[in-house]
C-alpha cells in the first residue's frame, strides 16, 4: 500500500515526527557554512535560547542553489533547520516562500495549503505548544533571508 503523507494517521504522524526530529537532531543535514552565500539571516528563540544562522546560495535564476546553518539550539529548532535545508534546496524562492509559509500554518495549527509530504510530520509538534516556535524558527529566518530582511528574525 502506497498512500502518500497526508493520508497518515494521527499515531503513524507521531510517531514519523518521532523519527525525523531523532535523526536530524542527532545528524544535522547542511550544518555549516556555505562558501558562497548570497542571503542571510538570523533566527532567535529566546523563549528557548535557540539561537541560528541560516546561508543561501541564490542563483541568477532565482533558484536556491544550496542552503546551510550554523548555532544551537534544542532538538527541535536543530531538526526543523535540518529538515528545511533538505527541502528548500532545488526550489526557486517564491515557491520555498510559499512551502515555508504554509509549514508555518500547519505547524500552528491552521489548514496547510500546500503538500507538504514527510514534513507535514513536523505538526506534531502541535502538542506541544511551547515548541511550536522552536519548530518554525528556521522558516521565518529564510522568508527574512529571502526578503533581505538584516533584522534578525524572532519568534517573539
Ligand atoms: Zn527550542
Same mark, same amino acid.
Given at each position: 500500500m502506497n498512500r502518500a =503523507?497526508?493520508?497518515?494517521?494521527t499515531a503513524e504522524l507521531r510517531e514519523l515526527y518521532r523519527e525525523l526530529i531523532l535523526d536530524h537532531a542527532r545528524s544535522p543535514r547542511h550544518f555549516g557554512k556555505l562558501s558562497a552565500i548570497t542571503h542571510t539571516a538570523e533566527g532567535l528563540n529566546p523563549l528557548c535560547g535557540d539561537k541560528l544562522r541560516l546561508y543561501l546560495q541564490i542563483d541568477d535564476d532565482d533558484r536556491i542553489s544550496d542552503a546551510a546553518f550554523e548555532g544551537s539550539g534544542c532538538a527541535i529548532s536543530v531538526a526543523s533547520a535540518s529538515l528545511m535545508t533538505d527541502a528548500i534546496i532545488g526550489m526557486r524562492t517564491a515557491e520555498a516562500v510559499d512551502f515555508s509559509n504554509a509549514l508555518i500554518a500547519s505547524v500552528t495549527g491552521r489548514d496547510s495549503p #500546500?503538500?507538504?509530504?514527510?514534513? !507535514? =510530520?513536523? !505538526?506534531? #509538534?502541535r502538542e506541544f505548544p511551547s515548541r511550536v516556535k522552536c519548530a518554525t524558527l528556521a522558516w521565518h529566518a529564510m522568508n527574512s533571508a529571502i526578503r533581505r530582511d538584516h533584522n534578525p528574525a524572532s519568534t517573539e
Open positions: =503523507a497526508n493520508d497518515l494517521s #500546500v503538500e507538504l509530504g514527510k514534513l !507535514q =510530520a513536523l !505538526q506534531g #509538534v
